[in-house]
């Protein structure tokens, strides 16, 4: 039942579809957390489902910010209380991926076209009951993590044994400056060990729910424009072959991608002393780092700095490159010259682009019998594509962590870590990739015979429709000029 022309709006069909869509799609986002917490160990610190609540929150666009009181630990001020700026893409690429497929699923019963009216009502029910369950988490995702000094006793030492190990491990220098082998440090380092802080984590319901209110709108728009089969509004039509061949054959690389990613990191879970570390860093975090390499592999160049735990969850070569205490900037060259092995990331970035582009060519309705046309008219949509894919990738991975991390489990007092990409420069690295890489992918499609054989329904139709209308335009045009024609014929066969 279609809203178009005037039709009404399945309202009943309608609500139990948003229902469903957004509690699958939360419920794989809390479990993703959950399992990815967990394997990290972050459970040992602190209740599960609080921290669960608030890395769901962080997924979706929310603020997360720690307080209390961790002076013992070194940290104090402003350092102890910024909020959480980083978001576990894991998370949120699980909750977007069933939350965009479940809508435009639920679309697909309206036929070939559906009305604005019923897609505005669908998509409005979808968000604000997405809403409505963010701020139950916002309200759930507050909770009091104790931190034990205890913990930092040495494996096989006891209290007393640490604090002489400890001890033993500085310079033999500082045992000549008055009082600090006379008691003062031995005395301060049995504070440390026998120091217990409460330290709490809130959701900020403001800030969250309307990041949440720009995510979830993201999610929909994107899950419209990459969906092929879906019907449109009758004045969006033309977006069946013009933009959303690009758009899904992007998304459709970038995920691929974020897989291969996954699979690495299972690879390397393998033969890791820790396996549960790496297997929940990956599940939480594999689009962070795929998502980062992707540009970086285009030539876009980041910014960062790292320090202390923190650095250790960075991949090598990356580690090496920010050991110093300022920022630095990071690319693939500098990167190179510490390890050559990353040349291949730059192979892999552009194998992603080439496989964007053949998706694009098979996907885009071939309307013109010219290969040259039909890789213009590629090079062209995926080119507008990815100058904004890159930009948006840039700023979803963008990181700035520090010590607030510890109170969901994470190992960061003392630790810092800020990593930011060169949005403009994405943006136009990626309009030159994104038309290099379609122009390829078309020429490629075309000679193989791929070009356009995995169009949709709803694209071909429209081609057809809009070649009918030229047509009858031709024809209207050629019965005009024949019938003046014809008029000064006759005109001409009159005597003076």
């Known amino acids: 039942m279609s809203a178009s022309g005037g039709g009404r709006v399945p309202w009943g069909p309608a609500l139990l579809s948003a229902i469903a869509t957004v509690s699958w799609a939360f419920l794989a986002m809390a479990g993703i957390a959950a399992l990815g917490l967990h394997l990290i160990g972050a459970d040992g610190a602190g209740a599960l489902g609080p921290m669960t609540a608030a890395a769901t929150v962080l997924a979706v666009g929310g603020s997360v910010t720690p307080y209390g009181d961790v002076s013992a630990f070194g940290l104090g001020g402003a350092q102890a209380h910024a909020a959480i700026d980083i978001a576990p893409l894991g998370v949120s690429l699980v909750g977007a991926l069933l939350l965009g497929w479940l809508f435009v699923r639920s679309l697909r019963a309206a036929g070939a076209v559906i009305g604005r009216a019923e897609l505005a009502v669908r998509a409005g029910l979808v968000a604000v009951l997405f809403l409505l369950l963010l701020a139950g988490l916002t309200w759930v995702g507050n909770d009091t993590v104790t931190i034990d000094g205890a913990t930092l006793v040495l494996r096989g030492l006891d209290r007393r044994a640490t604090e002489q190990d400890l001890l033993s491990r500085l310079p033999e220098q500082l045992g000549d400056i008055a009082e600090i082998g006379g008691g003062l440090l031995p005395d301060r380092l049995a504070e440390l060990v026998d120091a217990k802080a409460s330290v709490g984590f809130t959701v900020a319901p403001g800030r969250s729910v309307l990041g949440g209110a720009v995510w979830v709108v993201a999610v929909l728009l994107l899950a419209l424009l990459a969906s092929r089969r879906t019907p449109l509004p009758p004045g969006a039509r033309a977006l069946h072959r013009t933009v959303r061949p690009a758009v899904s054959a992007m998304c459709g690389a970038l995920v691929l991608a974020v897989g291969a990613g996954l699979v690495a990191g299972i690879y390397a879970a393998v033969g890791d002393d820790r396996p549960g570390l790496v297997l929940g860093s990956a599940l939480l975090g594999a689009p962070n780092g795929v998502w980062i390499g992707v540009p970086l592999g285009l030539f876009v160049p980041w910014y960062g700095r790292a320090s202390g735990a923190l650095r250790r969850v960075l991949p090598d070569p990356v580690d090496g490159l920010l050991a110093g205490p300022g920022r630095e900037r990071i690319t693939v060259a500098r990167l190179a010259e510490l390890d050559g092995r990353v040349w291949l990331l730059v192979a892999a970035s552009v194998l992603l682009m080439l496989t964007a582009g053949v998706l694009t060519a098979a996907r885009t309705p071939v309307g ?127 005597g003076p």
């Open 368 to 494: 013109s019998p010219r290969p040259l046309a039909f890789a213009g008219w590629c090079a062209l949509r995926l080119g507008v594509v990815t100058a904004v894919a890159l930009p948006l990738l840039v700023g979803l991975t963008r990181v700035s962590a520090g010590a607030s991390l510890s109170v969901l489990g994470f190992d960061a007092f003392g630790a810092g870590l800020e990593l930011y990409g060169n949005a403009p420069l994405a943006l136009a690295l990626g309009a030159g990739w994104g038309a290099a890489a379609g122009a390829a992918g078309a020429f490629a499609a075309w000679a193989t015979g791929a070009a356009g054989r995995r169009a949709a329904a709803l694209a071909c139709e429209d081609v057809a429709a809009a070649a009918a209308v030229t047509r009858r335009k031709d024809g209207e045009a050629g019965a005009k000029g024949e019938e003046g024609g014809e008029g000064a014929g006759h005109d001409g066969g009159r």
